[in-house]
C-alpha cells in the first residue's frame, strides 16, 4: 500500500493589502519528493503523523511536495498553480494508493476565495473517483461544501493552541489506511451555524469551548461515526464559508455524519453569548502589568496577532510602555531595515533611530528608540516540544537585539514570526521567566509556549488586521445574518 503526502497550507487575511508569493513560502517551507521528510519527519505537525502513519498503519509514503508560509496577505494564484500542480504530476507518475494531504482551509487567492476547495477540486481529478483522499485541516479552517465534496474525510486539529496537530495526523493516515483496506467507507457531512467566534472564545482550554471539545471526543465514539471535528473558523477571512463549523466522518452513512454534525453545531449555536470577548485598551492594560506583582506579566497585542497574517511591527503597546515607563518588558518587532543598522554599527553600539510603525496607521507610528546593541544572532533554532504550529526548524531571521537601559529588552527581527515558541527569544540569551514583561503579538496560540512560565496574562484590545472585534472590518463576502455582526 502506497499513499502520497502532501500539503499546501496558508491562513490568508483577505484585510491584509499585501499578497503572499512563492519567495515566502520559500522562507517557510518549501519542500519536494524526499526532500520534505527530514523537515516534518519530527515536527509536532500533521504531516509527521502522516509519516509516523505509514509505520504505525502498514504503507509506504511517497512524499510529492509540501509548501507553508506564514500567515499573510491572500496567496498568489500562481502558487497555487504551481504546487497543485507539482503534486498532481506525481499523483500521475507515481502508483499511489491514495493521497493524504495537509491543507489549513482558510486560503485566499486573487481567483478563489475558497482557495483550498480548489486545490481538492484539482487533486481529487488527478486523483480519481475511486482512490481515498483524506485532508487534515486547522483549527481556524473555513471549511466549505467543496472541500467536503472532493474529499472523502476531513480531519481538523481540536485544539487551540494547536498542540494535537500529529495526533490529527496519525488519524488521518488510520482512516486512510483502513479505507484502502475496504475496512471502512468514510464520507463526510458539515454543519455551519451562522456564528463567528473570536479567537478568544475559541481557547480549547477555557470554557466553554472545553466543554465543547468533550462532546465532540464523546461523539466520536458513537458507533458508524470515526471522527467529529468541530471547527473554529478565521474571522479576517471575507469569504461566503466564513465562521465555525463541526465536520462528521461516517463509515458510509452520510446520515449519521449530518446528525452528528448538526447536534454538535445547535449546541454550539446554544452558546454563542458565552464566546463573546471585550479587554482593556493599551494605556489600561499597560498600567495593569506594572502594577501586578505576578510576573512576568504578558502582554497580548491582540490587533497584531502575526499568527493571523499581521506585519508584526505595530507599536501601540510599545510606545505605552515606554510613556508609562515600565521597566524590565521584553518586546519583538519586525523591522527588516532597523536590523541592518544595528548590524552596520555592531554590538556596543549605539542605536538611535525610529523602529516599527510602517506598515499601518492603525499599527501606530514609528517610535524613536535611543539604546545599545546587544547582540546580532541568525534568529534561527529548533523547537522540540509541542507547539501550536508544530514547527520544529524555526528562523525569525537575522535579529538585533536592542537594550533601551532600565526599561526596555527590544527585539528586532527581519522575517514576521509569531511567538509560538519561547526558543524565539532564548535562542538570543534572553531568559522570558525572569522579565516582569513580555508583549506577544498573538491571541490565544502563544499559551503553548508562554502559558507555563506567565505569572499573569493580560489581553489587550489593540487595534489592527486582527482586531477582536468583528465589527471593525468590512464584510462583503460573508454569509448574513451573522452573529455577533448581526445580533
Not at 508569493?21 to 504531516?47: C, K, M, N, T, Y
Not at 546593541?373 to 516540544?385: C, F, K, M, N, Y
Request: include cysteine; aromatic fraction near 4%.
Amino acid at each position: 500500500m502506497r499513499i502520497a503526502i502532501a500539503g499546501l497550507m496558508h491562513e490568508s487575511n483577505t484585510f491584509s493589502p499585501d499578497r503572499t508569493g512563492l519567495d515566502q513560502f520559500r522562507e517557510g517551507s518549501l519542500a519536494d519528493g524526499p526532500a520534505l521528510i527530514p523537515v516534518w519527519r519530527e515536527a509536532h505537525h500533521e504531516v509527521g503523523g502522516f509519516l509516523e502513519g505509514a509505520e504505525r498503519f502498514g504503507f509506504e509514503a511517497v512524499p510529492t511536495t509540501m509548501a507553508w508560509a506564514t500567515p499573510g496577505g491572500p496567496v498568489d494564484d500562481a502558487v497555487l498553480d504551481e504546487v497543485t500542480a507539482r503534486i498532481a504530476d506525481a499523483l500521475a507518475r507515481l502508483p499511489v494508493d491514495g493521497l493524504l494531504v495537509a491543507l489549513h482551509g482558510a486560503m485566499v487567492t486573487p481567483r478563489f476565495l475558497d482557495a483550498d476547495g480548489e486545490v481538492l477540486r484539482r487533486l481529487r481529478a488527478a486523483l480519481g473517483p475511486d482512490r481515498p483522499l483524506v485532508c487534515s485541516l486547522d483549527f481556524h479552517a473555513n471549511v466549505s461544501p467543496l472541500m467536503a465534496e472532493h474529499a472523502d474525510a476531513l480531519v481538523g486539529y481540536q485544539t487551540y493552541p494547536h498542540v494535537d496537530q500529529r495526533e490529527r495526523g496519525l488519524l488521518a493516515a488510520e482512516l486512510i489506511a483502513r479505507a484502502v483496506r475496504g475496512e471502512i467507507r468514510p464520507v463526510t457531512a458539515i454543519a455551519q451555524p451562522p456564528m463567528i467566534v473570536n479567537l478568544l472564545g475559541q481557547d480549547t482550554g477555557s470554557e466553554p469551548m472545553r466543554s465543547l471539545m468533550n462532546e465532540a471526543r464523546s461523539l466520536e465514539r458513537r458507533p458508524g461515526l470515526l471522527s467529529v471535528s468541530l471547527m473554529g473558523g478565521f474571522p479576517y477571512a471575507d469569504v461566503p464559508e466564513m465562521g465555525s463549523s463541526v465536520i462528521a466522518v461516517a463509515d458510509g452513512d452520510r446520515s449519521l455524519a449530518q446528525a452528528a454534525a448538526d447536534e454538535l453545531a445547535d449546541r454550539l449555536w446554544s452558546i454563542r453569548h458565552d464566546l463573546d470577548a471585550r479587554r482593556p485598551d493599551s494605556a489600561e492594560a499597560v498600567r495593569q502589568a506594572i502594577a501586578s506583582d505576578r510576573t512576568p506579566v504578558v502582554l497580548v497585542d491582540l490587533g497584531d496577532n502575526i499568527g493571523g497574517g499581521t506585519p508584526g511591527d505595530g507599536t501601540v503597546i510599545l510606545s505605552e510602555l515606554i510613556r508609562q515607563q515600565a521597566r524590565d518588558a521584553v518586546v519583538v518587532i519586525h523591522d527588516p531595515d532597523a536590523v541592518a543598522e544595528a548590524a552596520r554599527l555592531g554590538p556596543g553600539a549605539t542605536f538611535d533611530r525610529p523602529v516599527g510603525g510602517r506598515s499601518h496607521p492603525d499599527y501606530g507610528g514609528p517610535v524613536p528608540v535611543r539604546g545599545v546593541v546587544r547582540s546580532l544572532h541568525d534568529g534561527t533554532w529548533i523547537e522540540d516540544a509541542p507547539r501550536h504550529g508544530g514547527r520544529r526548524h524555526n528562523d525569525q531571521g537575522p535579529t538585533a537585539v536592542i537594550d533601551l537601559p532600565g526599561l526596555i529588552t527590544l527585539v528586532l527581527n527581519t522575517l514576521r514570526t509569531p511567538p509560538f515558541s519561547l526558543g524565539q527569544l532564548t535562542s538570543l540569551g534572553l531568559d522570558p521567566s525572569s522579565s516582569s514583561i513580555l508583549v506577544a503579538k498573538a491571541a490565544v496560540a502563544y499559551k503553548a509556549a508562554y502559558g507555563p512560565i506567565a505569572g499573569s496574562i493580560i489581553e489587550v484590545n489593540t487595534p489592527g488586521l486582527t482586531a477582536i472585534d468583528p465589527g471593525r472590518f468590512a464584510y462583503r463576502n460573508i454569509r448574513r445574518p451573522l452573529f455577533p455582526i448581526d445580533r
